[in-house]
């Protein structure tokens, strides 16, 4: 991929890729958008391999793509997206016309964020896809955030405090832990979404927090979204980060709008899910 991993963020003019089989659902889903989400770039692609070719050319802020596609199964593309656009938490939403058994057994997988009815309507797309996409310059949320540094972590709370976010702040990784652990015999998860440096007091670092958030908390990427901050611009260590579990990364010394413009976005997506699966469980 080209750039820097922690470069790319949701943008007022974001990229929306539809991959479908069909030309004539392709231009529709084209037409609509255009006209729904007038700043948004479609970039439409008939099979796998156009889609594998499109993403070499840029990142994208959100995937639509059908289950069968001439040369690929959409869930092998889901996973294949998943492994090449590491910079952020695309969302990757299946859309259907015929609600399989997989559908209906939600067995589509970790690779695919969610799933649209195609029976609701392309009006109805355009507004599910503007849910995900649409950039907020304010939201409410509660963020986890892990800085063992007073000064850094005066500044970054002023930053986040001040666009309405509320901020739940620990100096190690234990700490966040136990905050974690406390909430989790109550119910809770704790956060709608976790900000943590790399190196921390203590003997845990950022990377240890991702291992057990994901694997002993068992808390997937919509579930509690994890950005880590970096000063280490290492492509390999940064592949690492987002392995282990991270949603997306931002570079310290930390920029206030790329860094608000990443936590509203995983605030949106996670909050989306919720209600998707508050709905579901109806």
Do not use: W
Not at 2 to 10: L, M, V
Not at 126 to 154: K, N, W
Request: aromatic share 4%.
């Amino acid at each position: 991929m080209k750039g820097d991993i922690s470069r790319h963020i949701a943008s007022a003019e974001p990229r929306v890729m539809v991959v479908d089989g069909s030309k004539v659902v392709r231009r529709l889903i084209e037409q609509v958008l255009s006209k729904e989400l007038p700043e948004a770039t479609v970039v439409c692609c008939g099979s796998g391999e156009e889609a594998r070719a499109a993403l070499e050319d840029g990142v994208v802020d959100f995937v639509t793509v059908s289950l069968r596609l001439p040369d690929i199964d959409g869930i092998e593309l889901a996973r294949h997206i998943r492994e090449q656009v590491t910079q952020t938490y695309v969302p990757i939403v299946v859309i259907s016309g015929d609600v399989d058994q997989r559908l209906r057994d939600r067995s589509l997988g970790d690779a695919v964020t969610d799933y649209f009815d195609k029976s609701l309507g392309f009006k109805a797309l355009a507004d599910f896809i503007r849910g995900y996409v649409r950039p907020d310059d304010q939201a409410e949320g509660e963020v986890l955030y892990i800085e063992d540094s007073r000064v850094v972590a005066l500044a970054t709370r002023r930053m986040m405090e001040k666009h309405g976010l509320s901020v739940l702040h620990d100096i190690s990784v234990e700490d966040a832990l136990a905050r974690l652990e406390t909430a989790k015999v109550q119910g809770r998860i704790g956060a709608d979404v976790v900000l943590t440096d790399v190196t921390l007091k203590g003997e845990l670092t950022g990377g240890d927090l991702l291992r057990k958030l994901r694997g002993e908390y068992g808390y997937n990427k919509g579930q509690l979204p994890v950005l880590v901050m970096t000063g280490d611009d290492n492509p390999d260590k940064q592949a690492e980060l987002i392995r282990a579990g991270a949603n997306d990364l931002v570079e310290k010394p930390v920029e206030e709008r790329l860094l608000m413009t990443k936590l509203l976005f995983q605030l949106r997506v996670s909050r989306h899910l919720r209600e998707r699966a508050a709905a579901t469980a109806e």
